[in-house]
């Protein structure tokens, strides 16, 4: 559904022309039927990737494909549904009107339009508010109404920017049962963010950018399964040895008993086995899995994050970042 192949990206800003490298080294596939996340702090170079996916702006380097088709084609146009980061409406029309003006935009007759609105926005929490007027809405009625509109034309691709923004509790809840819903009906669902609890409760696979450079792809389940850790436990007994505790730097616990964290599981089972032939009880060998949020900080090179998301030199142009 989307291939993204070394893609490449360069603004120019200010009175100067000074060059600014949105997107570096992007490369990644979203295959039919998945919900795949794309990952990256502010500045990571995430929407200048989905502008360009959209051929809203023009790759220096590298190819992209939409449904099969060169983005530069446009006859990926009628398969797609795309939601900004901030829905720009006309103010005065209402959430209705407004959701029929895309569906006509999208090719639908207009009784095709209207049946369709009415259903979208039922769908996303609206229908109480299809006739008031959108200057009315809230930043979270606007996210909905950015994602009714998404789904007109029934896409079966829909690239979503940032879609839990500016949403409450409750919102980002009915946002991402409705994302699994449509997973469920055979949409194909693309959206960018940095909240990792929402990825970890939609996404198939995700892809994770720093500085306009792709770090790491893959299947969540399989990010979620590695070994960070393993914590072990023993009891000693008489024959334990003050070498093995040595050797191994075991910490001897308030009850009496000595345990140590390995990052190696091979090393982990090469202590067991000899604290074994002493007589030592194992009372603990736990692997602890590694965290979303672990492994999205690695991948940024940083441990708490704030440079990663902080570094003034690497963020996308400002120019970039407007609809």
């Keep these: 559904m989307i291939r993204v192949d070394h893609f490449r990206k360069t603004f120019r800003t200010g009175f100067r022309r000074k060059r600014s490298v949105a997107a570096r080294d992007i490369s990644f596939e979203v295959v039919r039927g998945e919900v795949f996340g794309f990952l990256g702090p502010n500045g990571a170079g995430k929407t200048t990737t989905i502008k360009a996916l959209l051929n809203l702006i023009r790759a220096d380097g590298g190819s992209l494909t939409l449904v099969g088709h060169d983005v530069r084609s446009m006859a990926w146009r009628s398969a797609v549904g795309y939601m900004p980061e901030h829905p720009n409406f006309y103010d005065y029309l209402t959430g209705f009107e407004v959701v029929v003006w895309f569906g006509r935009l ?41 994602l009714a509109q998404a789904l007109m034309g029934s896409p079966q691709l829909l690239v979503l920017d940032e879609p839990m923004t500016g949403l409450d509790p409750i919102g980002r809840r009915d946002m991402r049962d409705l994302i699994l819903a449509l997973r469920d009906e055979g949409c194909t669902i693309f959206y960018s963010t940095h909240i990792l609890s929402d990825v970890e409760m939609t996404c198939d696979r995700v892809s994770i950018i720093h500085q306009g450079v792709t770090q790491r792809t ?16 023993v009891r000693p007994s008489p024959a334990s040895g003050a070498t093995l505790v040595e050797r191994y730097a075991l910490s001897e616990m308030p009850d009496g008993t000595w345990a140590r964290d390995f990052e190696d599981i091979d090393r982990a089972r090469a202590f067991v086995t000899e604290a074994s032939a002493l007589g030592m009880d194992l009372l603990r060998f736990e692997p602890r899995r590694e965290t979303l949020e672990a492994i999205f900080m690695r991948a940024l090179g940083t441990d708490s994050g704030e440079k990663a998301f902080f570094a003034p030199d690497r963020k996308e142009a400002r120019s970039a970042t407007k609809l």
């Design 106 to 146: 999208a090719g639908l007759s207009r009784h095709e339009a209207e049946q369709q609105a009415r259903k979208n926005l039922e769908r996303v929490g609206l229908a109480h508010a299809c006739d008031r007027r959108l200057r009315g809405y809230s930043k979270g009625m606007l996210q909905r109404a950015g």
């Design 218 to 233: 893959g299947r969540l389940s399989e990010f979620l399964s590695e070994t960070e850790k393993v914590s072990v436990v």
